[in-house]
């Protein structure tokens, strides 16, 4: 049984985009605009530093920069989970040791990039990231940009440790979810990745969920999320459906994170575009923007009306 609370955990936590001025630097007080939307939002967490939040596109200064910022924004009110995952091992442990002296409330890693990793090699990474601070551990699971696939043997041996307390699991196997749920045990949490597969993520075992299309749709995931609370399956199914068709939408834009930005820029949140090589929208897709726009809007209107 953890020692640590890992409720705080559980729900909606959004994977905080990168926040850029016209310049392409860091935009802190745009940062605290963001932060301060979800909050509002009533999102459980933040995920920072993440996939969504280009962490491995910024030097270790400029990800300090954003956490520091965020912490002081809503430190006090979400869950923040800080994502310190970098090709380095020093830097993660870096990144850790500031995540600790903020206040975030836990540190991630995904296993270190670039170089093929033996098992033993990522364990002793997540290893001095674990050893750097007193935060708990949730490991970062994304075989499909690391390359590195995590055998339930090293998860069950990892989460031996009190300080691990769960997954965040982006693969897209709802059985491989569950059969990490069943190495870790009841304690254990298991965060949901892939944002088409929330519904069926928590139904096969997934305590919450950690997603990077949230960011523009809070409110729908939220709405799934009461309804399956409520044992509403079939709204919560109508409701991920429609996320879906959202989701089917924005991967059909030049990047991902480029269509949320542009989204989020027409509800007045000016975050600058990705950065190279994630590439932005261009004048070409602004009237689809525009369209998706208003369907999310109209679908967020539904669902907290
Ligand atoms: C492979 C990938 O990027 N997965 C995303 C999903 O949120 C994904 O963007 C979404 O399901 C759309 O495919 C997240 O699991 C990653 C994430 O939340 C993050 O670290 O930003």
Redesign the pocket.
Known sequence: MTTYDIARFKGITV?FYAVYNEQGAINTEAIRRLARYYAQSGVQGL?VG????EGMLQSVEERKLVLEAVMAEVGSELTVIA?VGAPATQDSVALAIHAAAVGAHAVSAVPAIYYRLSPQSVEAHWQAIIDATNLPFII?H?P??TGFHLSTSLLTKMAEQDKVIGV?I?AESTFELQQFKAAGGPDFLVLN????QYLAGRSIGADGG????YGVMPELFLKIEKCYQQGNMAEAQKWQFLVNEC?VD??SFPS?YGACKAILKLRGYDIGGPRLPLLPVTDNDAERIEALNRKIEDLIALATE
């Open positions: 994977a995920y993440g996939s969504s939040g994502h970062y994304i499909q940009t965040k982006s990745g892939p944002d088409e950690i997603g990077g299309t989701i924005l991967l991902l």
